[in-house]
């Protein structure tokens, strides 16, 4: 669990340290709002990805299961600076159990709400499918926007990083990959 006072004490200390006056108007409440926000955006460091588990029978379909255009948000460990934008979901169903699709989208969201790249971020999603999902093969696509490479450094807004990770069956098989890819572009 975020803890409240020592995040408060941290911005305060941070914004003295940027030579901000902590007591004009406009930062007066910053160091409540921020600490508030933390326990939404951190979520995924107290909370147990498990509960979103729910598989039901298909009756017998091993296709392909495809979510796409998942909206992340997560901040990059690195900079602390958040970094947005879309992530795809597909998997090869095991004795035709397939997972909730809701349940899918709250996965993403789960390991996305910490302090994350977004290489790993694909690998946790995929890990997990893998292992609860009990699944032939699961591919996370992840394209997403870091404000730390928008707002410093290169300051080259609009540049998505596109990033793929690939579990099981797909690990070794380009050809799927490939049409996983295509169904992405339409």
Do not use: W
């Amino acid at each position: 669990m975020v803890n409240k006072e020592m995040v408060e004490r941290a911005v305060k200390d941070f914004l003295l340290a940027i030579g901000e006056d902590i007591n004009r108007e406009g930062l007066k409440e910053t160091p409540q709002r921020i600490a508030k926000m933390c326990n939404e955006i951190f979520a995924g460091l107290d909370e147990s990805p498990e509960k979103y588990i729910k598989t039901f029978d298909s009756n017998g379909d091993n296709g392909l299961v495809l979510i796409k255009d998942i909206s992340i948000y997560s901040v990059c460990e690195h900079h602390l600076m958040p970094f947005y934008g879309k992530a795809s979901i597909a998997y090869i169903p095991n004795n035709g159990k397939v997972l909730g699709l809701s349940k899918v989208a709250r996965i993403v969201d789960h390991f996305s709400k910490k302090p994350q790249i977004q290489e790993r971020l694909g690998e946790e999603i995929c890990d997990f499918l893998f292992k609860y999902l009990n699944a032939k093969g699961v591919v996370a696509v992840i394209q997403a926007e870091h404000l730390c490479m928008t707002m410093r450094g290169v300051r080259k807004p609009g540049t998505n990083t596109v990033t793929v990770t690939r579990k099981g069956c797909f690990e070794n098989d380009n050809s799927e990959l490939s049409n996983i890819l295509s169904l992405l572009e339409k």
